[in-house]
């Protein structure tokens, strides 16, 4: 017999705030510092100018030019890291927002983000059309390319803040934040209030508001209600706004707000989180063996050689309609199994979360990959930047033989490690979004069961994968035209 | 109020004029920049030759044939080969190409990845002058066998 169930009220998820981060000797100044993010942004701004410049000016040879190097190997591998073991860095860091004070003075005030694309269709779009840009153009094999894939974050982000009041960039846009926001729900730092009741008697909510020296929070989140760590970009503009000094960046169990925040039943945000999961798989599938044998398929049974069309296709297969329908039946069989009249969608919402971890470990199986094998790469292609400038401080011959970060004998185990972590936390995650949802266990079984076979499938997939020999095509000699 | 906005007015030039030295400056630097893989003998014929002759992952050996405009053999050239794959943050293939009495030089490399790769020539040939040439090359997987690719 079916039931119309409650489905227990959920508490804002929030962290104790036993250490701040903002309160740590040295590190708190400079990171409450009105100008402290813009030194962080600076630095990666430097990045992004020499990424741009070398990409223009520099060998079109991939491993040579520090616009490939830097972009595709380092950024990567440290920001799937940095997520991992402390935040969303990248996002606080980020310097594409910087023109954003010159864009406002240029705005035409008043103007909101169009209400329907509030939402992350726009940035599940956004990630799609990066990875298929990555994919059919080989992003990863010039330099000139991916140069002006930088350039055009500069231009996409000041346009944005130009014509829109509220960041809609980094809230509804940018594919880099989107996968930032998703995997930062198990980063282990959250922003929170150190004392919620200084909150409610607040007039200004600067926090969100901001104050007469210092922006609210771009992303238009407050504070006391803030119970997970998507759209939050990690800026502490609230911790230098709030007159009271009431924001805290607290430490957490770092898959706690998986199973403990409150999601609204926004198939967007399921979308969101099940499609980088399974995106990873397809960025991975690109490199292995079976894909050139996939598009030959696609070229003899249906006669589509287009390698953009064959590209688009497979993305879109595999990063949006293969989730979207698995997601769908399996709310249905979890609905059914659990004899809940409740939406799908709010079924969805409840377990999406379980899948930030295993997406976690198949990208850091894969970004990883690329960074223990080439992250002392950036060395000699440094040197070789030198020597071009007639810079010969280190000596005339760039040691080109300088890659590997760890020994090659471990990054295999690594790999698997990372995939079967991810996998394990995700069951885990599953079990107590489960038991959270249904106090009787086999209830609980019964529901969490179909979610649970789609993560054992995705683990399965990631292993095959990563065990198979690596075959990497590019566009040859290619880049600038 | 007018102070302010005379300051105000102040710091907007001096952006302007910071931005602005910097813009000259990084175009200063552009122009100064010079490849160290620069061509400076065009005119000699570097011909490849590798083995096997459908490269797959493992051992390969890469005979390289100068000639000059007059198709007489160019020795006495010191010649390096540098395999790199496509894709950034992979470990190169080095060789050195040792000139043998019949006038070839020859290398011994390994592939040690199936994938697209770039193959570097680059060597001082006996007046001085730089050579560099780049060819891709194909390597297929061990298990690939004769797939047609």
Known sequence: MTTLEKVPQRSLYRPTPNLDVLRVPLLGRVLRWRWGRLVFQLVLLLAAIWVIYDGWTGPQLAPANSATVLAWVHYRGLVILALLLVGNLFCFACPFTLPRTLARKLSVHGRRFPRFLRNKWVSIAGVLLIFWLYEWLDLWASPWLTAWLALAYFVGAFALEAIFTESPFCKYVCPLGAFNFVHSMASPLQITARDAAICHTCVGKECINGSSTVPGCGTELFVPQIDSNMDCTLCLDCARACPFDNVALTPRRPWSELYQSGWRPRWDLVMLVVGIAFLGLVNAFGMVPPVYALQTWLASAWGISNVALQTLLVLVAGALLLPALLTVTVAELSRRLSGRLEQRRAIAAAYAPAFVPMSLGIWLAHYGFHLAIGGLSIIPVTHSFLLDHGIAWFGSQPNWELSFLLPNGWILPLQVAAVLGGFGLSLYVLTRSALRRNPIPVSALREMLPWALMVVALAMVALSIFNLPMEMRGTILGGAP | ?149
Not at chain 2, 25 to 30: K, P, R, V, Y
């Open chain 2, 1 to 149: 109020m007018g102070m302010q906005r005379i300051g105000h007015s102040m710091r907007a030039s001096a952006l302007r004029v910071t931005l602005l030295a910097l813009l000259i400056l990084a175009s200063g630097i552009a122009c100064t920049r010079q490849n160290s893989l620069r061509d400076e003998a065009p005119e000699i014929q570097a011909e490849l030759l590798v083995l096997p002759l459908t490269p797959q992952v493992g051992p390969a050996q890469i005979s390289v044939r100068l000639s000059d405009t007059s198709g007489a053999l160019v020795r006495d050239a010191v010649l390096e080969l540098k395999g790199d794959m496509t894709h950034p943050g992979m470990t190169p293939a080095l060789a050195e190409a040792l000139e043998r009495p019949d006038g070839l030089y020859v290398a011994s490399m390994e592939w040690s990845m199936a994938g697209d790769w770039i193959l570097t020539l680059q060597g001082k040939l006996s007046d001085g002058r730089t050579l560099v040439r780049q060819y891709a090359i194909t390597v297929l997987g061990p298990e690939a066998g004769s797939r047609d690719r």
